[in-house]
């Protein structure tokens, strides 16, 4: 399989490719409109705003509301996407996601930023910690984890062309690239090998991906190959990935900017534990705790999910 990543040390924000992708997807499509909670600007709904401010809603801080409305929109016929910080969408928003919107099969899409620990110093009020782990259940429902700029934009197109009920999380803002071409096949459901391995694999989503990725080169300078698995979307998840991981693989290890409870790291324990189990396996993320606060590389590297984390619990499970 091709080897797409590219370790980039450009940063670029997740949330702008988002405003970007959804201003493409309304010059296109006159059904498409948005939704925001007071938060247009740091959710780069604004883009889209200045050009269709007839097809944006702000309805304050009310994203109760929000999601209502965004269900009654999509009944109506529109493409609605309703944007606001994770922490929100989920938790704040959880009835009226399950009963206006996946009950109903509504053809919603969630724009969650900020996700996992990316707010930082804003603490665990604004961390979102929970939200996969809170919306994994809901029928009808699939979750997006996008690693980058580019696939963030070609997620939000996705979930245009994908009818129902989608939940597509982000970071507050830059994410390291770790692709250079549009062309590397995303596709809703189907996770990216990112690099070949033979002795291990890292199964990661968002900006875990990059710190998978630089785990990796420095491992194989130790003479460790390391499979990494891009598994952007964590429902519906890949299971042919995950089955191939324990096939050729001596191991795996998921890394998460969240919860290690119900997220990623349990849906790739539950496709390994309805197959026959793995030699090695663990679950890296926050434990079950509120998150410390801090800058999010120090958060990142308490819990053991940067790079360096991830290169050292590969190396102990390998017994080295």
């Known amino acids: 399989m091709k080897d797409f990543a590219v370790i980039s040390n450009e940063a670029r924000s997740t949330t702008e490719a988002f405003g970007k992708a959804l201003t493409e997807l309304a010059d296109a499509h006159q059904d498409v409109c948005a939704l925001s909670a007071d938060l247009a600007g740091s959710v780069k709904v ?3 705003q200045k050009k269709y401010p007839e097809r944006v809603f702000d309805v ?21 996407f309703a944007a606001t910080f994770s922490v929100f969408a989920s ?14 099969n509504a053809n919603v899409k969630v724009l969650g930023s900020h996700g996992g620990t990316s707010f ?3 603490g665990s009020t604004h961390h979102a910690l929970e939200d996969i782990a809170a919306l994994r259940g809901m029928a009808n429902l699939s979750i997006i984890c996008p690693a980058d700029y ?3 934009q070609l997620a939000t197109k996705a979930a245009y062309e994908t009818y129902g009920p989608i939940y597509i999380r982000i970071n507050r803002g830059t994410d390291y690239d770790v692709y250079n071409t549009y062309d590397y096949g995303f596709e809703i459901g189907k996770a990216v090998r990112m690099t070949e391995g033979t002795d291990f694999t890292v199964i990661a989503c968002g900006s875990m991906v990059h710190e998978a990725l630089v785990a990796a ?11 990494v698995v891009n598994m952007h979307t964590i429902k519906p998840i890949d299971k042919a990935e995950i089955l191939a991981a324990m096939k050729e693989t001596k191991g795996i290890i998921t890394a998460e900017d969240h919860n290690v409870i119900g997220a ?5 324990a539950e496709v390994i534990a309805e197959n026959g189990g793995v ?7 926050v434990p079950d705790e509120f998150s410390i606060i801090g800058a999010r590389k120090d958060i990142l590297a308490h819990y053991e999910i940067d790079a360096a984390g991830i290169e050292k619990n590969v190396l102990a499970l390998l017994g080295k």
Request: aromatic letters at 4%; one cysteine or more.
């Open 120 to 122: 930082s110093q804003a």
């Open 217 to 227: 080169a420095s491992l194989k300078e130790k003479g460790v190959s390391l499979r």
């Open 279 to 285: 030699k090695a396996f663990k679950r890296l993320g």
């Open 46 to 48: 604004t883009l889209m």
């Open 150 to 152: 580019i696939e963030t």
């Open 91 to 104: 938790l704040r928003d959880l009835d009226q996601l399950h009963t206006d919107v996946c009950y109903q």
């Open 264 to 268: 990623l790291g349990s849906a790739v």
């Open 60 to 80: 304050g801080i009310a994203e109760q509301n929000m999601m209502s409305m965004a269900a009654g929109l999509a009944l109506g016929g529109f493409v609605p």
